[in-house]
């Protein structure tokens, strides 16, 4: 089975501290992605990466980037964390099996607070 | 606006019943669609997928139908047991100007089924 874990599941941060979410697969996959989740608001695309040191904006990018030096890690980063920025952030890899589903495989979030 | 939306929110259901989760998706161009189930804690898990030329798949206690006239999808679950309960998600493919979507999927806001014993 693919695994996406993603580091951190619980962070407290505060107003304009940096935040580093980091997110590792284990499947070789070349495209990753981020999506930030809210109630009522399903999951949006924040950032997503086609292949190393490739990236393009999803719906909702401005406050965040994104870095992606190694194929199996991509990373999400709040330059100074804004109180909307408290989220659930969950990273996916997508797996294309042999069917051509586009299916992606999620890792079990990251939730942040920010005071 | 959302272009992959669902009609209710929360479904309640008692166990052994068959669950219907609705989603409507705006963009008749779309050709494939997926369903996710996300358990409290984790994070969304495939349930199945189906493509624009079909009308109907089933998997394993799930069948997703798809009418492209109204662009509706629904995702069936039969004899609906305690642990279904969970929020699912429709989603469709994103496609770029150039075609290309790289897996890209826009999410509907989710349903919370809650079976009851």
């Known amino acids: 089975d693919v695994k996406v874990t993603q580091s951190s599941r619980y962070l407290v941060k505060r107003t304009g501290e940096k935040v580093f979410l980091e997110c590792v697969q284990d499947?070789?996959?070349?495209?990753m992605f981020w999506y930030r989740q809210d109630p009522g608001l399903g999951l949006r695309l924040i950032y997503f990466?086609?292949?190393?040191?490739?990236?393009e904006k999803g719906d909702i990018p401005e406050g965040y980037s994104v870095s992606r030096e190694k194929k199996e890690r991509f990373s999400l980063i709040l330059e100074s964390a804004s109180t909307n920025q408290t989220s659930m952030y969950l990273c996916?890899?997508?797996?294309?099996?042999?069917?051509?589903?586009?299916?992606?495989?999620f890792g079990a979030g990251s939730r942040l607070t920010v005071l | 606006g959302e272009s992959v939306g669902l009609h209710l929110p929360t479904l309640s259901v008692q166990e052994g019943d068959n669950s219907i989760i609705n989603c409507a998706y705006s963009?008749?161009?779309?050709?494939?669609f997926i369903w996710y189930k996300q358990e409290s804690g984790k994070g969304p898990q495939f349930i199945i997928d189906i493509r624009s030329n079909m009308d109907k798949r089933q998997g394993q206690r799930v069948t997703v139908l798809l009418n492209k006239t109204v662009k509706h999808l629904s995702l069936q679950i039969a004899a609906t047991q305690p642990g279904d309960s969970a929020v699912y998600f429709c989603a469709e493919k994103v496609q770029n100007a150039g075609g290309t979507s790289y897996g890209k999927l826009t999410f509907g806001q989710g349903t919370i089924l809650t079976v009851h014993p």
């Open positions: 996916a890899s997508r797996y294309r099996p042999a069917s051509g589903a586009n299916v992606l495989t």
């Open positions: 990466s086609y292949d190393v040191k490739m990236k």
């Open positions: 963009n008749s161009a779309s050709d494939y």
């Open positions: 499947m070789d996959h070349e495209n």
